[in-house]
């Protein structure tokens, strides 16, 4: 049954057509046709044969809403849905064919899915039994390619292949137990002993495919015992590591290590610097909204607006938009040198329309009616 499935995938990728013996319908005004082996199909007709599929598909006839499928891919590869439907019918009649271990990894819902929930809410009109009858007789006229099927079945095992050796890696028993030890050390807040059996791990399983999280997370251990510098030491180490998937994280760590450090004028160009090197992190909007508080922090106050404001510019749909908004009103409440109640107002007015679900509105909202009641 594998190779049949398979041979209805050549069928709709290689121009096997199927020999629809119907009448051609002509398109009234204004409709687009699609031309097979010279019959041609309205959008109507389309539709009319796209239903027909979702009603095989529903009673889980799977093989003959395989081949309707296909047959409207080879149409019109546009038609919406009709690919989800394809793709999802023959997911699940291989399923059909497996151990029920595997039947149950196969059939888990996929994000398409919803789509095709959706569509089959929709109302379809039925059609006579007498219709899905020719309809079975036409697919069943499919040429079918042998040959094409022992090559797909070799191509097949070749990807299967490919696909076990990129696995993830994973590590030894034995050696991840340790490092499972060290992290329970670490959220337990047994910090100075996480530190220690993660460096003996390190010393221990230098090759470790776990060495990153090792190194990363002495880091922070480090960090939350206040001290920075070796903090930042174990965050550099992780730059150094070749293909390492936690660069733009301890970069932004060591942003932070030197603004814990006193040092903020470096601290603004690191952050700078992660901007070059990890434009598609998801860490920007943090990045940006700490170069603004690096700007109050050095009483910069023009400097820390343009900035704040920059962030809910560019990153809207953020929870550091929202915290941006709620310190551009803060500023201009409590900061002598540019205090402007009005501003401050708006600011807040924005938070509580735009952010309603944020920690900052509550606040928000008390500043903004004490400010109104007291000094507008």
């Given at each position: 049954?594998?190779?049949?499935?398979?041979?209805?995938?050549?069928?709709s990728?290689?121009?096997?057509?199927?020999?629809?013996?119907?009448?051609?319908?002509?398109?009234?005004?204004?409709?687009?046709?699609?031309?097979?082996?010279?019959?041609s199909?309205?959008?109507?007709?389309?539709?009319e044969?796209?239903?027909?599929?979702?009603?095989y598909?529903?009673?889980?006839?799977?093989?003959?809403?395989?081949?309707?499928?296909?047959?409207?891919?080879?149409?019109s590869?546009?038609?919406?849905e009709?690919?989800?439907y394809?793709?999802?019918?023959?997911?699940k009649?291989?399923?059909?064919?497996?151990?029920?271990?595997?039947?149950a990894?196969v059939?888990q819902k996929?994000?398409?899915?919803?789509?095709m929930?959706d569509?089959?809410?929709?109302?379809?009109?039925?059609?006579?039994?007498?219709?899905e009858?020719?309809?079975?007789?036409?697919?069943?006229?499919?040429?079918?390619?042998e040959?094409?099927?022992?090559d797909?079945?070799k191509?097949?095992?070749?990807?299967?292949?490919?696909?076990?050796?990129?696995?993830?890696?994973?590590?030894?028993?034995?050696?991840?137990?340790?490092?499972?030890?060290?992290?329970?050390?670490?959220?337990?807040?047994?910090?100075?002993?996480a530190?220690?059996e993660?460096q003996?791990?390190?010393?221990?399983y230098?090759?470790?495919?776990?060495?990153?999280?090792?190194?990363?997370?002495?880091?922070?251990?480090?960090f939350?015992?206040?001290?920075?510098?070796e903090?930042?030491?174990?965050?550099?180490?992780?730059?150094?590591?070749?293909?390492?998937?936690?660069?733009?994280?301890?970069?932004f760590n060591?942003?932070q290590?030197?603004?814990?450090?006193?040092?903020?004028?470096?601290?603004?160009?690191?952050?700078?610097?992660f901007?070059?090197?990890?434009?598609k992190?998801?860490?920007?909007?943090?990045?940006?909204?700490?170069?603004?508080?690096?700007?109050?922090?050095?009483?910069?106050?023009?400097?820390?607006?343009?900035?704040?404001?920059?962030?809910?510019?560019?990153?809207?749909d953020?929870?550091?938009?929202?915290?941006?908004?709620?310190?551009?009103?803060?500023?201009?409440?409590?900061?002598?040198?540019?205090?402007?109640?009005?501003?401050?107002?708006?600011?807040?007015?924005?938070?509580?329309?735009?952010?309603?679900?944020?920690?900052?509105?509550?606040?928000?909202?008390?500043?903004?009616?004490?400010?109104?009641?007291?000094?507008?």
């Open positions: 049954m594998k190779r049949f499935i398979l041979l209805i995938l050549i069928t990728v290689c121009g096997c057509g199927v020999l629809f013996k119907k009448e051609a319908i002509k398109s009234p005004p204004n409709v687009e046709e699609s031309q097979e082996e010279g019959i199909y309205t959008k109507e007709k389309l539709d044969l796209f239903n027909q599929g979702v009603g598909y529903k009673r889980e006839e799977f093989d003959s809403a395989i081949k309707v499928f296909s047959q409207i891919l080879r149409i590869p546009d038609y919406p009709v690919q989800l394809f793709e999802q019918a023959l997911r009649r291989m399923a059909a064919e497996r151990p029920e271990e595997e039947k990894e059939e996929k994000p398409e899915e919803k789509v929930e569509r089959e809410k929709k109302e379809i009109p039925s059609k006579p039994r007498e219709e009858v020719i309809v079975e007789e036409e697919i069943k006229r499919i040429p079918f390619d040959k094409r099927i022992e797909l079945l191509v097949e095992k070749e990807v299967e292949k490919k696909v076990a050796e990129e696995e993830e890696i994973v590590a030894p028993e034995e050696e991840r137990k340790d490092f499972e030890f060290a992290q329970d050390l670490f959220k337990k807040g047994y910090l100075r002993e530190i220690s993660f003996s791990f390190l010393t221990k230098p090759g470790s495919v776990l060495r990153e999280d090792a190194i990363f997370k002495v880091g922070e251990a480090h939350e015992l206040e001290e920075y510098a903090a930042q030491e174990s965050f550099g180490q992780i730059l150094t590591l070749e293909g390492s998937k936690l660069k733009d994280r301890a970069q060591i942003c290590c030197l603004e814990k450090r006193g040092d903020l004028d470096t601290a603004i160009l690191e952050y700078l610097r901007e070059s090197l990890y434009p992190s998801r860490l920007k909007p943090k990045v940006h909204l700490e170069i603004a508080n690096i700007y109050r922090k050095k009483r910069d106050y023009s400097r820390a607006l343009i900035e704040y404001n920059n962030v809910m510019v560019h990153f809207p953020t929870d550091e938009a929202a915290e941006a908004c709620f310190n551009i009103g803060d500023i201009y409440d409590n900061i002598y040198e540019v205090r402007d109640f009005k501003k401050a107002v708006d600011a807040y007015k924005k938070l509580i329309t735009n952010y309603p679900e944020s920690r900052w509105c509550p606040q928000a909202m008390e500043r903004k009616r004490y400010i109104e009641d007291n000094y507008l």
